[in-house]
């Protein structure tokens, strides 16, 4: 019987009132909701709640210890950051959407069996594609269609994995697996999907910055984190994720230098510092664990705000190109600032909250005497640094204004509110980290800030600066996207359909014209756009089954008649109905 | 077996308030004209010594045990209960102070009354036999009826109370038949001995199934179930409103605590006679308040009908008959005094001069100039919606819970759709609070009291609502019936 | 103002170079980690190589235009 609430729970019923508030009491109902679910979370305790039996099979609803409450909470105060971020979004559905995500990535944390982790993962799927969706831009319905193929493929890899893995053990609990059934492997494929590994990354740089400018900021929590426990809980300690992670880390620092677009930056930043994160786990051991939660952690704070500043600018300027930005210190002070904070903080800059998490995983490798990934990652990180702290705040914020730059201001108050809150965590928890080590799953004892460390970190990254300094010049400046591992589905569906449409022509015309509308002239695409979410058809269903109530209503109501003999008469009949149905059932 | 000193220390509670109601009623005389407010404090201070003495027995030996040869239980299950009552019943009194000013209320008996309706109520709770708890059932009702019409200028409160007295008395009557045919069939008025007559006998005839009826009918009656709910809108409505608020929650409250004894504990190897019947009764109830409270524009009238609507939710937690499910009515019993006693201190705050304050209307607009206000009325009625993360969205979760751990799902989703439903006419209110403008100056009461109350509502619908925890867990620690 | 810059930017860098030879590590995991001065090396060499090879793999055709794919 629950001795607990769900904060998960909490966020996904609360949700579906949103769009029936307006105005400040809708903001106030966000903000409170939130920070309820925050509360709530703190009333957790150790232990599984919430066990139904369904089937035969013990279902449990809620599993809390150490690992997922860590994430609970990192994910609850993602929640009211983001929300606040997004206070100004008019449009109710985009709010549910949100709350029922960010519910729902709680839903999974918790989950203690495959079946309610996997109700939650498609929860977090079929949510957050509104989020795309609600762009309502051309790019974004194609983008958010591919999405949502994408993670309903992690989905069925999933599901067959865990199908695999019931026949072989007879329990849904979840726990660890490791690759050794090819139902383990499967189930790492469908994390992995989430995690955005190669070569399923393609789907994150494609979608995010497609997103709407607060559906990024919850994008980029959620899913990949998510992904992150269920590996962390279920893979710990496979070698070959080593060697998976310290690809994801090179190749998004790579690609990250290569991008134009601000938001298709930290999107790629996303797949390094993951990278990082899957590096750790198949490091293995409880220092590498906590290394990797702490880490998850600090990224949340961090990454949340990088996404905040880029939808900032791309708020303000109506572009996110860096080609077409520069200057804006002068024009968006606050947003600079808190930007930076942000940056170094994912540079690892003593003071700052990377400082204190990312260096646990590199400890935990070292301590492994692994080589090779060790300075892989030390590469990375270097390159973490040139791109986020210099590349784009030397193309972005110094320089020389553009004719976007010039419409610049700083965003309104509550995108700035939401930033400074999270840069402040990530300044707080730079300076305090003990408090963070002490919600971590394994006991450590781990001192982030030791000469040495200060020392060797601050050579790293200042000789990188120097570096960067004398090779400005030849940054990749081109507008435009790389090419990424998802030219093999985007042109190899499009070649298929080619084969296709020849082997088929000579068949009847109208079947062709049939195939050519439908898949070919974009006709699919035309359906999923028009699949919208409008106020419009919500509220005219919702407008038609209020009257339907309300008519009921005054129906119902003349039998108040207001006379004594009527009442006491409809006590008689209820008491005469009531007897009948005694006598009917037995 | 002759009452002992050890019955006489475990009703010592009941002693207390009877006592002392019966005492107060005498020093009436003493106080010059105009002083009556004295006699409300003496009765918050013997709620209070009651409470005390409640508490401290909950950590005695003497829990568990009976009293006066087994018609009195001294258990975990009725101490929460009377937790519910006592603080009904201060709440109540605080806001009535300002109130009996403004409407020019006189007699100090107003207090009394409420404290012998306090006292039937811990009668019932603690009852196990049914005709202490029929005693305690008349001892709570009587004084309820004449404050009722306490309003003896206004004729809705006169037509209430009468209505109320006569209904009342035709649905006792209903309940005594009930009771003595179980008499008749198990030889007994005591709980443990009827449920050990229900679980020898074999077969049930149809003679029981009449009991059973009756006995639905007269507890329904008093928690405002359909259809024996009939009374309670004009009844709402016409009484003064400190009384509604009294009778919404404290009342209601010992009504569902004979209600779930009764049935849980007399009458479970019947369980699946009567399992059905009260799960119609609770779905019809859930429909029927939360739609028609949808057309409603008298404030107490919906408060009223989402009463019914309550009541619904609240039988629901009947049917699994489990200690879950006992635990879920209970701590919905407490969110439910939070919500709607701050609900109504609101209704009270805004009763002032020619203003009544209860007509839905007379809050639109609230939001401009009386932030606070509004902001606590937005709270009372998204609790009362089940909107997370307040109280009352944990009170209809932990019923839904307990309903789904039985199997019993299908009830849980209706719930779920009448609560939409309900959503609708709460959050009207907020919208027409916030979104509008306002047509008039807002006045409200200017007393310390209802603001106090209002701010225990508050706490309580917000704490319980994201700290649930050591509420639900002292619960079901102590107050286990199977 | 850029010029002053860069002379504190090249004192912090001597700073930091110093103390790495300096300041003893901690603990020796790796063969490189009794060469003073390593990290400062390793910075500079890899942000050489990251731009420069960002820089190749962006003339190779990997990068391309927004709407490549309609």
Redesign the interface.
Known sequence: MPQWLHPGMVLIAGAFVVPFLRGSVRQFYLVFLTTGALFTMTGLTEGVYGVLHILHEEVAFTRVDKLSLVFGYVFSVAAIIATIYSLNEERGWHHTAALVYAGSAIGVVFAGDFVTLFVFWEFMAFSSVFLILLRKEEESYNAAYRYILVHVFGGLCLVAGFKLLFMETHSIEFARIGIDSLGGMLVLTGFLVNAAALPFNAWLPDSYPRATLGGAVFMSVFTTKSAVYALIRGFEGTDVLIWLGIIMAVYGVLYAMMENDIRRVMAYSIISQVGYMVAGIGVGGELAVNGVTAHAFSHILYKGLLFMAAGSVLFVTGTARMTELGGLRTRMPITFILYMIGALSISAVPLFSGFVTKSIIFEAVAQKHLAYPYLLLMLAAAGTFLYTALKIPYLVFLGTEKPASRKAHDPPANMTMAMVIAAGLCVLLGLFPQPLYGLLPHGMDFHPYTVDHIVSTLSLLGFALLGFVLLKGRLVRIPGINIDTDIFYRFGGRAFLWIARKVFTTTDDFVSGLYQRVFLNGGWLVAVRSWRFDAGVIDGIVNGVANFFVGLGQALRRFQTGMLPDYALSILIGLFVILNLFFLLF | MMPGIKDILMILPEIVVAVAACVLLMVEFLCRKGERTIIGVFAILTASVAAAISLYLMTTDYMGGVAFSGMFILDGYSTMFKLIFYLATILSIVISFYYTREEGIKGGEYYTLMLFSLCGMMVMASGRDLLTIYIGLELMSLPVYVLTGFLDRDKRSVEGA??YV??GG??SG?LLYGISIIYGVTGSTELTAIARAFGEAGG?T?VV??A???L??GFG?KVAA???H??T??VYEGAPTPVTAFMSVGPKAAAFAIFLRVFTEGLLPVYE?WQ??VA??AVATMF?GN??????TNIKRMLAYSSIGHAGYALLGLLPAT??GV?SVIYYMFVYLFMNMGAFAVVVFMRRASQSGELIEDYRGL?KNHRALS?AM?VFM?SL?G????AG??GK??IF??L??KGMVELALIAVVASA?A??FY?RV??LM??KEPVRTHLTAESFGVGLVIAVGIIGA?VL?????YL??LI?RVSALV | MEGTLRWILYGVLALCLVADVVVPPEHRYFFWDRIPGFNAFYGFSAAVIIIIVAELLAGTGLRQDEDFYE
């Open positions: 009468m209505k006569i209904l035709f649905s209903i049930l149809p199934g009449l059973i009826v009756g639905i009918c009656f359909v259809p024996f009939a009374w809108p004009d006679h059905v019947l119609v009764v029927y739609i028609v409270a949808i057309v409603q200690n879950d635990a939001a902001l937005l998204f919606a909107i997370p993360p307040t969205f944990v979760f932990y819970m307990a789904v751990d439903v959503a609708y959050i907020v919208l916030y979104m917000i609502g994201v700290y649930p925890g639900i867990d079901q």
